[in-house]
């Protein structure tokens, strides 16, 4: 008698985050760290002129595309960290902390 065995593999694809400077707002970073403590995800919405900045933000290369393509309409963008993407920003070394 012939068994056939199937094995099915679960490749997890790794998220590689790259390092961008933005301008965060007081409001927004208390957003950002309750979301933070609270394990849930969060929205935040940057003005033209918050593109470039001082805070070091870790994000996608998906989310760094659409930034630049906004510094060029001269437009604002809605970033959605996931909380998987702010538990990995809560890690990264900056000027700011919001762990």
């Not at 985050?17 to 935040?44: F, H, L, M």
Request: no cysteine.
């Amino acid at each position: 008698m012939l068994y056939i065995t199937k094995i099915f593999y679960v490749i997890y694809k790794m998220t590689i985050y790259k390092n961008a400077r933005v301008n965060i707002s007081e409001s927004q970073i208390d957003k950002i760290q309750k979301a933070v403590q609270a394990g849930s995800q969060v929205s935040i919405r940057l003005k033209h002129e918050d593109l470039t900045g001082e805070h070091i933000l870790a994000l996608t290369q998906r989310q760094i595309n659409k930034i630049n393509k906004a510094y060029e309409n001269g437009t604002g963008v809605d970033l959605k960290m996931s909380k998987t993407q702010l538990r990995h920003n809560a890690k990264v070394e900056g000027e700011w902390h919001w762990s």
